[in-house]
């Protein structure tokens, strides 16, 4: 029986084989052939692996050692075996005081004072933007979005000059990926509310959201931002909630919810019987309430101890995920916990801890994209 090469079978066939394969064997194809590289950069292509990516979504870890290279590690955060299959891993040079948006469809926006960089952490490849023009001791807030129906993302800049309190400059960077069609420089973009944003921000369903101070009024508010229209909203709080710099927006089962990291200093163990209690605010997306969420979880002192854990969000199954945002030394450990069967599990994340203190950022629903390939 004649063997049949791969460049002969039909472009279809060919297309569902390369669809399976791991990203890092794309990179390789692309390098190797022509005729792989221009199927695999189609739309149609990036498209059907992202399909496929969706369905196996990962838990990305950003670690943070004094001195050295910058660790990008991630792994399945839903399939079997949890926490452990699926390992990416590589090394990048990045200053520990850059700024990096949650991941948008396989892309992190990074951030290091005036410079900003899209980077595909599965591919290696990066695509550095124009600089911001500001002047120096200015403070630059980045948020990084994607509109699904013109196919874009975004990068959101506000400039504040002083205190924050006076003029600021709002611009945007457009950048059509599969097209390679990008801006050519930033674009100043008009506000209608004047604020100070505080939190980082959460891009969900087309919209960007994060924390801010109304200038005007120095109330707290969440403020939307129409990646498609570029138009802002104020979005109002209850009154008993102060937000700062310690607060984030997080996914909370589909739903905008805000989560004081302070409260978790120390542990959240407060009952003697040794449960975990922490409260959310969470926006009813419907009639724009927000309504104020205690979530208490059984014998979480048994199972954690007194390391401290931040909650970062839900997962697809609906269980809550926290993990720790420092480590010394030993196992970096993720949690899990399922609040209608009140399962908690502790994972150890293999390759995270070093022998120094450093820094983990952990992002939720990261996944596998061919983009700026």
Not at 33 to 58: C, E, G, H, V, W
Request: proline share 3%; with cysteine.
């Amino acid at each position: 029986m004649e063997e049949t090469s791969y460049e002969a079978l039909p472009d279809d066939l060919q297309t569902e084989i390369l669809s399976r394969l791991p990203l890092k064997s794309l990179v390789q194809c692309i390098c190797v052939s022509k005729k792989l590289a221009s199927l695999i950069r189609t739309k149609a292509f990036r498209d059907l692996y992202l399909r496929r990516s969706l369905t196996r979504p990962r838990l990305l870890f950003i670690n943070f050692p004094f001195g050295r290279d910058v660790l990008i590690h991630s792994v399945y955060q839903e399939k079997e075996p949890l926490c452990s299959s699926g390992h990416q891993r590589i090394l990048i040079s990045l200053d520990p005081r850059c700024e990096i948006s949650q991941p948008i469809l396989g892309l992190i926006c990074i951030q290091e004072n005036t410079k900003v960089v899209i980077f595909n952490p599965g591919t290696k490849k990066s695509v550095a933007l124009p600089e911001i023009q500001a002047h120096k001791n200015v403070v630059v807030a980045r948020f990084f979005g994607y509109d699904e129906s013109t196919d874009v993302f975004k990068v959101l800049c506000i400039i504040q000059f002083g205190d924050g309190k006076r003029s600021k400059d709002y611009q945007v960077f457009t950048m059509k990926v599969e097209s390679g069609e990008e801006s050519n420089s930033w674009r100043v973009i008009t506000c209608k509310h004047d604020h100070s944003p505080v939190t980082e921000g959460l891009c969900k369903g087309g919209f960007l959201y994060y924390g801010a101070d109304e200038s005007n009024t120095d109330k707290d508010v969440v403020v939307s931002f129409n990646v498609s229209s570029e138009e802002f909203s104020v979005i109002e709080l209850p009154e008993e909630v102060k937000i700062d710099h310690r607060w984030r927006l997080v996914n909370y089962n589909g739903e905008v919810a805000l989560v004081d990291d302070s409260e978790f200093d120390f542990g959240i163990v407060k009952e003697p019987n040794g449960n975990g209690v922490f409260e959310l605010w969470v926006r009813n997306e419907t009639d724009g309430t927000w309504w104020r969420n205690c979530i208490e979880i059984p014998h979480w002192k048994q199972h954690v101890g007194n390391m401290e854990f931040f909650f970062k969000g839900t997962i697809g199954t609906g269980e809550l995920v926290f993990a720790q945002d420092s480590v010394i030394e030993g196992s970096f450990y993720v949690v899990y916990y399922d609040t209608v069967t009140q399962n908690l599990r502790r994972f150890t994340i293999e390759g995270e801890a070093r022998d120094q203190l450093h820094d983990v950022r952990t992002f939720l629903d990261h996944v596998d994209s061919t983009w700026l390939m």
